[in-house]
């Protein structure tokens, strides 16, 4: 029978049925971090059960670092004593662990990647919704709680059911200055942020097919903000170039066994989708998130909508509670506001390709004048690399802060938040409020964009007019 | 037959949307421990800037004081995994939560922390909306039959996955049901190894 990407994955991974409609699957790789673990490892003690697989499994601290200074004091005493309990549990398990002193470590969905540890065909799964990332390569990964964390720790496995499967179909060519963020914006501005609830969406088209690793992930982390279970593309040679050389990547000796495997892993050509959506790339503009949830999104020319705007009387409050907390009026533009402070990182635009294109707009220019800007490499490996061409050097003098790799800004559970009332333009996947701090207002943007605020001190429409005419 | 779940007062949440930042905020989340997050549950909200309570939130209005049932709108629980969010609702007294939808991950959450998630129509949760809107409410959930008995003999059927339904009426061993096929997850590891030696 013809079968979609998603359900081979699942399929084979089914260890046993536990219930009519429940499977227990198998997990290849679990990730984990010092947040959402240590309730996992106190829950195995208490009932006396041991990590099953912790070749599988693998840990990094991120979310609560400091990225100032690489030092496990540098956050404060609670965050330490949560970064310490994860170096514990790990040496105690024996966990590989990337900690503060490794040179590779950094945000989880951006080194699983980087090391090899994602590969197509697998099930991925981390104490975090934004697992969702490595879907880019054609694996199944999505987001546990702590609960379903300890389960996987004893067993390597986890209870399922099947998902109804949603087909994002995105054929043509993007615009300039339209990169793979505004893509997935616009997919949610499309569908909102319960419209993937209960589904597994697997992107393909053209525009998919032409995008890079980077791109991709930037499309599948994202998939999570629509309320997909997880973001799926099928593999092709440009995630075996990716994956080859890697640390964890399939040896010499079982890489062609490898290929022909992933080869495998595509969506028949007759399976039937539960659900089928197609967008054409051409017609997406640059985004810009204007409200409170990541479906109140907009082109960057377009004026802040009206909430009587809304035919749904729902939505029209929560556009009427999201400008309030915005501090916008309807019909205004928003490249008419001020912003204070322009965040590029996160598990979603932290990659190199991303501080290209900010880096892009920033060279040879300054930082406006009452911005705060910063820049957060995803992980060790993408800020040497940013070091080693210069990038981090262009930053720097324009005058954003270049720092260490982590989670950041993106929801501020270190230092790094935004005071309340103050306009962020950000790089990261959630503009909740209080996201970044209590009050603070995010507008979530691609890296290009968000730099092109940097320096002009208010959001731009990249592409309107030639790079580098003042405003 | 008939078994009750939960019976309680019912505090209508009416909003969309309700993320789990706004179920529980970030700065409590550096805890290594399981308990102690009852009054971070929507702290933002909850609470003014000086740390008093905030009168106009409806969790802190007297009526609703020592309710069990949270009912609210579509798409409860999106944005991160944080299982702190249903240990959060669920310590503060919370054993029911009634919405026209979930996000997935935190549905698995609450029902891995044996807490009931009824889903309805929107049709429907407006008319428990309306019934809000009359006083405070005490209800009783049924799960064996699937109902909402609100009394005096009215009620409201829910439907429930009956996998979901088994485990909470017949107490949940999260962990030890999936090492009951411990011989078949062995099984898996080994041909795994022969077919895709790669893996580990
Ligand atoms: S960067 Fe942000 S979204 Fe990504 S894992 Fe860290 S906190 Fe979560």
Redesign the pocket.
């Given at each position: 029978m013809a079968q979609t990407l998603y359900q081979k994955i699942y399929a084979s991974h089914v260890v046993g049925k536990l219930n009519a409609s429940t499977d227990l699957l198998f997990v290849d790789r679990h990730l984990i971090?010092e947040v959402t673990s240590p309730q996992a490892f106190s829950g195995l003690k208490l009932a006396n059960r041991s990590v099953r697989r912790p070749d599988l499994t693998f840990a990094t601290m991120?979310?609560n670092v400091s990225t100032q200074r690489r030092s496990l004091d540098a956050a404060g005493e609670t965050s330490r004593k949560q970064l310490e309990a994860l170096a514990a549990n790990c040496a105690e398990n024996r966990i590989p662990l990337l900690d503060l002193t490794h040179p590779d470590q950094g945000?989880?969905?951006v080194i699983g990647p980087e090391q090899g540890l994602t590969q197509p065909g697998m099930i991925i799964v981390c104490g975090?919704?934004?697992t969702s990332t490595h879907g880019a390569f054609g694996a199944l990964a999505f987001g546990i709680g702590t609960s379903e964390v300890e389960h996987v720790l004893a067993t390597q496995t986890l209870p399922q059911q099947q998902a109804k499967t949603l087909k994002v179909e995105i054929n043509g060519k993007l615009s300039a200055h339209v990169t793979p963020k505004d893509v997935i914006l616009a997919v949610i501005g499309k569908l909102g942020t319960a419209g993937g609830n209960g589904y597994v969406a697997e992107f393909s088209g053209s525009a998919i097919r032409a995008m890079s690793m980077e791109g991709r992930m930037t499309l599948c982390?994202m998939s999570i903000e629509m309320g997909a279970k997880a973001g799926l593309i099928a593999p092709d040679h440009i995630t075996f170039d990716y994956i080859k050389g890697k640390a964890h990547a399939p040896k010499a000796e079982h890489w062609d066994a490898a290929v022909a495997y992933w080869q495998s892993l595509y969506s028949d050509a007759d399976a039937v989708f539960d659900q089928i959506v197609e967008i054409d790339a051409a017609a997406i503009t640059p985004q810009i998130t204007w409200g409170t949830n990541p479906e109140q999104v907009m082109a960057v020319d377009q004026s802040v909508p009206a909430p009587e705007s809304f035919s749904d009387a729902t939505k029209r409050d929560a556009a009427e509670r999201a400008l309030a907390y915005m501090g916008l009026e309807p019909g205004q533009k928003l490249t008419d506001c001020k912003v204070d402070v322009v965040f590029i990182?996160?598990?979603?635009n932290?990659r190199i390709e991303d501080l290209r294109a900010a880096a892009s707009m920033v060279q040879g220019k300054k930082v406006a004048a009452g911005v705060r800007a910063l820049v957060v490499p995803?992980s060790g490996v993408v800020k040497r690399q940013a070091e080693d061409e210069g990038l981090a050097g262009i930053f720097t003098a324009a005058g954003f802060e270049w720092r260490e790799p982590?989670?950041?800004m993106?929801?501020g559970?270190n230092d790094d938040r935004v005071e309340a009332g103050q306009r962020c333009a950000s790089t990261?996947?959630?503009n909740f409020e209080g996201r970044q701090g209590r009050g603070a207002r995010t507008h979530l943007v691609s890296p290009a964009m968000a730099a092109a605020a940097a320096i002009a001190g208010k959001f731009v429409n990249i592409a309107a007019k030639p790079q580098g005419e003042q405003a | 037959m008939s078994k009750i779940f939960a019976q309680g007062l019912v505090c209508p949440l009416d909003k969309n949307n309700v993320d789990t930042d706004q179920i529980i905020p970030k700065q409590f989340l550096t805890s290594v421990s399981r308990d102690g997050f009852a009054q971070a549950m929507f702290y933002d909200w909850r609470y003014l800037a000086d740390g008093s309570p905030n009168p106009e939130f409806v969790v802190n209005k007297p009526e609703y004081k020592g309710a069990s049932i949270l009912l609210t709108r579509a798409n409860f629980g999106c944005g991160?995994s944080r299982e702190h969010a249903p240990w959060a609702i669920k310590q503060y007294g919370f054993n029911v939560i009634i919405a026209e939808s979930f996000a997935d991950i935190f549905f698995n959450n609450s029902v891995n922390n044996a807490m009931l998630l009824i889903q309805l129509s929107k049709t429907n949760i407006d008319l428990l909306f309306n019934r809000c809107q009359q006083g405070p409410q005490q209800w009783q959930i049924d799960l064996a039959s699937q109902e909402i008995m609100f009394g005096n003999n009215a009620a409201m059927g829910f439907n429930i996955d009956a996998d979901i339904k088994q485990r909470l009426l017949s107490g949940l061993d999260f962990i030890g049901s999936s090492e009951q096929l411990n011989p078949q997850i062995a099984d898996y590891e080994q041909s795994r190894k022969a077919s895709q030696p790669w893996l580990g």
């Open positions: 971090h991120d979310h945000i989880v969905h975090d919704s934004h982390n990182g996160s598990c979603t932290s995803g982590g989670c950041s993106c929801l559970m990261s996947n959630r | 991160s």
